[in-house]
């Protein structure tokens, strides 16, 4: 039978147990789990001896560098048997349910001024950050844990990216003042990083004749380095600044986030999904 987690775990948990031992017993566990794989394929009539040599190559650690890698193919495949596309309600602005790099749409929402909505903006994301949801309620807690989860950078969540339409003409500049205004406070770098961040959206829309017209799709990528900036599908560069990343999510996502129907659609499409 093949045996459960809570086994390798406890071979850690051992006091004075060298590191080398730690790894002979995953390279143990890791056969013993190939084999019973083998033995059930067996029964489906599929390829056997070869197999579990294979399986048990490719599976093998160093003692070296033995880790136990984290399982998240399992909670990926989960999160995309539920993700859909979204309308945005006060725009009609559809989003798509995955983008290209694996990143899953956690809502959808629209930036209003006055009375006029200026851009939809949708917000993508890894299946971590999204199952973070799975068990709340909808909430300021819901809301704060989201928050974290997706500007945390790390393995399990490495970019978190922010998908703005146009839905009402502005140049350039004002809109590359508007979204640099909101990140200005919530960054604690270099203010020329923000600038830096100005003049990529400025840029983008040159060819344009300097107006971000309706239907222009921005693109901002967030990641431990910074943020990368695109136009109608251009990468115009990226910000290299630490903390700017996170900054652009605490814009979209914080108790003063400028978009509350984006935090609503968050919250109503995942939280009690049960990832």
Same mark, same amino acid.
């Given at each position: ?20 031992? +730690? ?9 013993? +789990? ?6 059930? #394929?067996? =029964? ?41 596309? +979204? ?55 819901? =809301?704060?844990?989201?928050?974290? $989860? ?17 839905? %009402? ?31 990529? +959206?400025?840029?983008?829309? #040159?060819? #344009?004749?300097? =107006? ?7 693109? %901002? ?24 990343? $996170? ?13 509350? =129907? ?14």
């Amino acid at each position: 039978a093949v045996r459960s987690e809570p086994e390798v775990a406890s071979v850690w948990d051992k006091p004075n147990v060298k590191t080398k031992d +730690i790894a002979a017993r995953i390279r143990e566990l890791e056969t013993e +789990i190939a084999e019973e794989i083998v033995r059930v #394929k067996s =029964q489906l009539g599929a390829p056997t001896s070869s197999d579990l040599e294979s399986l048990a190559g490719e599976n093998a650690l160093s003692a070296d560098t033995a880790t136990i890698p984290p399982v998240v193919d399992e909670k990926a495949a989960a999160v995309e048997s539920k993700a859909k596309s +979204i309308k945005e309600k006060a725009t009609g602005v559809s989003f798509k349910s995955k983008l290209e790099d694996g990143l899953f749409l956690v809502g959808a929402g629209v930036r209003k001024k006055a009375i006029i909505n200026v851009y939809a903006v949708a917000m993508y994301s890894s299946p971590t950050a999204i199952a973070s949801l799975g068990s709340l309620k909808k909430g300021k807690d819901a =809301q704060s844990t989201l928050r974290d $989860s997706s500007r945390t950078f790390n393995s399990f969540t490495p970019k978190t990216s922010f998908v703005l339409e146009m839905t %009402f003409k502005a140049d350039g500049k004002t809109i590359a003042e508007a979204i640099a205004d909101g990140v200005k406070p919530r960054h604690s770098g270099s203010p020329a990083a923000v600038t830096e961040l100005e003049n990529l +959206i400025v840029e983008g829309v #040159k060819g #344009k004749g300097g =107006q971000a017209t309706k239907c222009t799709i921005f693109r %901002f990528d967030c990641d431990a380095e910074g943020i990368s900036v695109s136009v109608d599908g251009n990468l115009q560069g990226k910000v290299a600044s630490e903390g700017m990343g $996170s900054a652009l999510v605490d814009v979209f996502m914080d108790d003063k986030a400028v978009s509350p =129907q984006l935090v609503d659609s968050c919250m109503e499409t995942w939280c009690g999904s049960g990832l």
